[in-house]
């Protein structure tokens, strides 16, 4: 049986994982829209786009439930950018500070929204992930992990000659936050990380 993997497809940019999981892999991609979608899935991710937004759709919906019994079933999931957001335990805005936004809490992880800056301080560059090796990260407003507490642990930082040594991507088990976006550049190596950790 192929291996399936849904991508949560209430907002962002989830249409670039499904492009690049089918243009790298041969396995069943599935638009993530209601729990019901998350039937005989075998690891989803959540995509980049606005933390907010995807936070309310997903309680809208329900899908709050939902990915958190997918996660106690022990199923990976791996949340970029917003994503990374959404999984944390805890969000801070770099601007405004502590946030009430709705977020799943799944990981012992606290994020720091936009730390790098506003959209005109995105950036490209090559970040080394313990595990995974060198990878091409685009960071599009992204956040940063200021914190891993067990379970949870980081497994790349970046030296950002603004803000310093931030954490960037994390990981809890068979959960995975990434703060960059590996769909754009289609990271046969994260993506081939994450899928390891499908159950056999
Ligand atoms: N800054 C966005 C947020 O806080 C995340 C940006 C992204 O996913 N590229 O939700």
Same mark, same amino acid.
């Given at each position: 049986?192929?291996?399936?993997?849904?991508?949560?497809?209430? !907002?962002?940019?989830? @249409?670039?994982?499904? !492009?690049? #999981? *089918?243009?790298?892999?041969?396995?069943?991609?599935?638009?993530?829209?209601?729990?019901?979608?998350?039937?005989?899935?075998?690891?989803?991710?959540?995509?980049?786009?606005?933390?907010?937004?995807?936070?309310?759709?997903?309680?809208?919906?329900? #899908?709050?439930?939902?990915?958190?019994?997918?996660? /106690?079933?022990? %199923?990976?999931? %791996?949340?970029?950018?917003?994503?990374?957001?959404? @999984?944390?335990?805890?969000?801070?805005? *770099?601007?405004?500070?502590?946030?009430? !936004? $709705?977020?799943?809490?799944?990981?012992?992880?606290?994020?720091?929204?936009? +730390?790098?800056?506003?959209? /005109?301080?995105?950036?490209?560059?090559?970040?080394?992930?313990?595990?995974?090796?060198?990878?091409?990260?685009?960071?599009? *407003?992204?956040?940063?992990? +200021?914190?891993?507490?067990?379970?949870?642990?980081?497994?790349?930082?970046?030296?950002?000659?603004?803000?310093?040594?931030?954490?960037?991507?994390?990981?809890?088990? $068979? @959960?995975?936050?990434?703060?960059?976006?590996?769909?754009?550049?289609?990271?046969?190596?994260?993506?081939?990380?994450? @899928?390891? %950790?499908? /159950?056999?």
């Amino acid at each position: 049986m192929k291996v399936r993997v849904g991508v949560l497809a209430l !907002q962002g940019d989830f @249409l670039e994982h499904v !492009q690049a #999981l *089918r243009e790298l892999f041969n396995l069943d991609v599935v638009l993530v829209k209601c729990s019901s979608h998350l039937r005989d899935l075998d690891a989803l991710i959540i995509p980049g786009g606005e933390s907010t937004t995807i936070g309310r759709l997903i309680k809208f919906k329900g #899908l709050d439930e939902g990915i958190t019994d997918f996660v /106690k079933g022990g %199923m990976p999931v %791996m949340g970029t950018c917003a994503g990374a957001i959404l @999984l944390a335990s805890k969000v801070v805005d *770099r601007v405004v500070g502590e946030v009430n !936004q $709705p977020i799943l809490k799944l990981m012992n992880i606290t994020v720091i929204r936009n +730390i790098f800056g506003r959209q /005109k301080d995105s950036f490209i560059t090559k970040v080394y992930v313990e595990g995974i090796g060198d990878v091409n990260a685009v960071f599009i *407003r992204a956040p940063g992990i +200021i914190d891993a507490r067990d379970p949870a642990k980081i497994i790349s930082y970046l030296n950002h000659p603004v803000v310093g040594r931030v954490g960037i991507v994390a990981v809890q088990g $068979p @959960l995975l936050a990434v703060t960059f976006h590996p769909e754009v550049t289609s990271e046969r190596k994260l993506y081939e990380y994450f @899928l390891s %950790m499908v /159950k056999n």
